[in-house]
């Protein structure tokens, strides 16, 4: 949608690339101080209920109860002078449902999911509401407020749940998955076209796609972050046709999160970061164009996956943002500053947050 994307051209830093490194930053926990993240957290609490943490790290329960073992999924974006924040979130009675944060508004679609998969949350290009999920029959399904449930016919692996770009400029979002033909990772756009890029993935986890800007080509693109079949995290860029290869080794069975990192790279599109968890447990961020990685000592839960999002505050400055669940089993998140705070407040065990920008 084209307000949501000036947002993005908004946040666009003209910045040099910096130089390849590796950072290794030993932290302590410590508390969340009371202060303008930038930033906002769904997650699923110990007690079954959708949970969120507002910009300022206040804790909300919403009372709605979720699908052991899912995910929620959230999203803001402004459009016709209303910055709607939504959640997606699979409930206990295994329909999807969604939240406007804003106005409390909670609605149950009535479409069934698979259990143990999470939706995927973005808007069309005309501003209304639209989910990717797994449904009940291993399906890819695409849920329109105001229009329905759609069936595209396309199955997905195992447990593995897909995911859905924001929409770019006259075009809209691009949903990535796992075709259980061959593990291989797939993409449907807007206009109805499948195609399996030939990569394979890692059976137990999910792919994770963001949008980005484009200078040398003609309109958005998007690009994919996921684990391969033998343990790599992989970066798929959907307008090159590019498959990079990191050799980071990630924690089997767990996702990776994409997202933009604010300035074009030499190949014309988005430089991406991704976040995830390594074989040791740690969370790791990495910079694949630019050969920067960065890890902290604070490890994950098992089997969970960390969200992350690129925060740009009105003066210019920002980064990356990031929630995670940590090996203490509470919600955990990692500020712009780059110091992983622990919030205190307990997660179900083995699901991962949804992080978001907020306004």
Partial sequence: MSAHSGHKRRWRLLAAAVAAGLAIAALSARPAAAADFGFSVAFQGSNGHLWTVDRSGAPHDTGLGMAPGTNPAAVEACVAGRCPIEIAFQASTGTLWTLDVRTGTPTDTGLPMLDHTSPSISFTSGGAVEVAYHGANRDLWTYV??????????????????????????????????????????????????????????PASSPSITYTATTNWPGDGAEVAYQSFDGFLCVYNVTTGSTLRTGLNMSRGTSPSVADYGFIGADGTDVIQTAFQASTSALWLATPALQIQRSWTVGMAAGTSPAAIEVRFDDGTGGPAIAFQGTDGRL????????????????????????????
């Fill in 145 to 202: 407020a105001g229009v329905g449930g759609h069936d595209s016919g396309l199955s997905i692996t195992g447990w593995s749940s897909p995911s859905i770009s924001l929409p770019g400029q006259f075009r809209g979002p691009v949903i990535a998955y796992q075709t259980p033909s061959g593990g291989y990772l797939c993409l449907l756009t807007s206009d109805g076209v499948n195609s399996c890029p030939g990569s394979v993935m890692d």
């Fill in 332 to 359: 955990w998140t990692v500020p712009a500053t780059g110091i992983p705070a622990s919030s205190g407040l307990s997660m179900a065990p083995g699901t991962s947050p949804a992080v978001y920008q907020t306004f």
